[in-house]
């Protein structure tokens, strides 16, 4: 067809799109960006683009007609509650024994994360990303995705003092009397608003509970980083609200994209094809392994190799509470942002955030999302029957991170003489083993791709996002995200163009 020709096309706007179309714009390339979800920019009949924790509605969901709140119960109720089908924020997306949880809309999940922006350990990221050199990655790419982001860490000082704080204090000294190194994890939170949050004096965002459904100030997103740099560039297009569904070779040359346009409904209006030079799958770890595995199984993209779908992780995230005594309160009032973990990880193979439980009222309740060493993996495969894209996950496989975050909880509840909460996953259970918010995988670096994401079988197509992440990157994820797209997009830059 005569479709319009383009230099190169991004799919989707995370971290990885975000840093392929700036630094391609930036070397006088025409970017066509393409995100699923909205653009986010435009306040509903409330004055708030995002909505708040307590009180989901219509823009919290993606394409839901019923909330699937992560902690979906409290007290033994259910919290979940109806709201009007829309292209909301959060995408609880259900494949066989996971939910998993993605952000949708113009950042991708920048816009839902907590922003804790944590580099691994040096002696750990050989075993994040075997076939990368750690030199470079933490002597220029860790540093330029740090500061791209607006890294920082909180003042301890104010920490020591905050009352939105008290609950990560408890954790501190429950973890430090256990023996258990403390550590603060950096986030790209502005800490100076956090500041004037709790002091009254400006809007509250993260002391309001948001987070969840997006944050109506404070946070750092790519909507206060990337993307105006992306804008100003005066290079890229951005359609949001399109899906992208096809990507084949053209004939030509370069390759036919075609996306569907939708309204806010989830209704398919429109569909448009391009034709891109080149081509960068960042739909994140579960949209591009589902993109890439589609393609192949249907003979748009018959020659990509055998690992494509394979090597998808779910971070070992678990999820806890700990019921503490009377005299441990954590406080009525607790910022959404986590500032806090304990370290376990070489011992016993658990990272710990002391998350916060911002429910407004006093719970006496410590809540802890793990980071843990899964071993195990998943593969995505084309489902022929069914026209869709399956993972084979299972919910006994989160075994192991229960073990390994037990290595941490079991000792805490020994010593202070305390016990897990039974209520915040259900009626009387324990850990939240259901969900990952750390999908990473299914297109991995040095086997799907090269060792700098070009895809094997097609020149000019690229993954530049979490899928070359191979299932664990040992903290949270999106600093190593940025830092490694960061890293392939200059060789892509320098060699590809
Ligand atoms: P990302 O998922 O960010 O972006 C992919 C984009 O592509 C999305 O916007 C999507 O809508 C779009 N897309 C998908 N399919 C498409 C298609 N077919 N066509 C067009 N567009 C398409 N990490 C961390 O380091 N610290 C933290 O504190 C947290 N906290 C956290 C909380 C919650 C609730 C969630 C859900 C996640 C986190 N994370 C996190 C994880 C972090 O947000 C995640 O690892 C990154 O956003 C992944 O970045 P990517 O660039 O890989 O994809």
């Known amino acids: 067809s005569d479709a319009a020709r383009i230099p190169a096309l991004v799919v989707g706007s995370g971290y990885g799109g975000c840093v392929a179309a700036l630094r391609l714009a930036e070397a006088g390339v025409d970017v066509h960006l393409v995100e699923l979800g909205k653009a986010w920019d435009t306040p509903g009949t409330d004055g708030k683009i995002f909505a708040n924790t307590t009180t989901p509605d219509y823009r919290s969901f993606w394409l839901r007609t019923r909330t699937k709140q992560p902690l979906s119960n409290f007290l033994g109720f259910p919290l979940d509650k109806d709201v009007p089908r829309h292209t909301g924020i959060l995408d609880a997306e259900e494949f066989s024994g996971i939910t998993v949880y993605q952000g949708r809309g113009l950042g991708g999940g920048s816009l839902v994360n907590g922003g804790m922006a944590v580099t691994p350990k040096r002696e750990n990221f050989g075993s ?9 990655m933490y002597g220029v790419y860790y540093p330029r995705a740090n500061a791209g982001l607006g890294v920082a860490t909180i003042d301890p000082n104010w920490f020591e003092t905050a009352e939105c704080y008290q609950y990560a204090r408890v954790g501190r000294k429950h973890a430090q009397r256990s023996g ?3 550590l603060f994890v950096p986030d790209v939170y502005d800490w100076d608003y956090m500041k004037k949050e709790q002091a009254g004096t400006v809007p509250r965002s993260a002391l309001a509970g948001e987070i969840l459904y997006g944050n109506n100030a404070g946070k750092k997103s790519l909507q206060q980083t990337y993307l ?5 560039t005066g290079r890229v297009t951005i359609s949001a609200l399109h899906r992208v569904t096809s990507v084949t070779p053209a004939s030509g040359g370069g390759y036919t994209v075609v996306m569907e346009q939708l309204d806010t409904a989830g209704t398919v209006t429109g569909t448009k094809s391009v034709t891109a030079d080149k081509v960068f799958f960042a739909a994140g770890s579960v949209g591009t392994s589902k993109l890439l595995v589609k393609l192949k199984a249907t003979g748009a993209l018959p020659n990509l190799n055998n690992e494509v779908g394979k090597g998808w992780g779910d971070n070992g995230n678990v999820m806890c509470g700990r019921a503490n005594h009377m005299w441990d309160a954590t406080g009525a009032l607790q910022s959404s942002i986590p500032t806090a973990g304990i370290d376990n990880w070489a011992a016993g193979g658990a990272f710990a955030e002391v998350a916060p439980l911002p429910t407004g009222i006093e719970t006496y309740a410590s809540f802890y999302l793990s980071i843990t060493k899964n071993p195990n993996r998943g593969t995505f495969s084309w489902n022929a029957g069914a026209n869709k894209v399956d993972l084979d996950w299972q919910t006994a496989w989160k075994q192991p991170s229960i073990a390994m975050a037990k290595t941490i909880f079991d ?5 202070e003489g305390t016990i897990y909460r039974t209520d915040l996953f259900g009626v009387y259970k324990i850990w939240g083993d259901h969900l990952t918010y750390h999908p990473l995988g299914g ?12 895809l094997h079988g097609y020149p000019g197509l690229y993954v530049i996002d979490g899928a070359l992440i191979p299932g664990n990157t040992s903290v949270n994820p999106f600093v190593t995200i940025t830092a490694l ?13």
Request: charged share 30%; no cysteine; hydrophobic share 45%.
């Open 128 to 136: 994040v990303l075997p076939t990368v050199n750690a030199d470079e």
């Open 180 to 182: 258990f190194p403390f």
């Open 228 to 232: 105006p740099r992306i804008k100003a």
């Open 411 to 415: 000792k805490i509840n020994a010593k």
């Open 443 to 454: 297109a991995v670096l040095g086997k799907a791709t090269d060792n700098y994401g070009r």
């Open 485 to 497: 797209a960061e890293r392939n997009i200059e060789k892509i830059v320098a060699t590809d163009l």
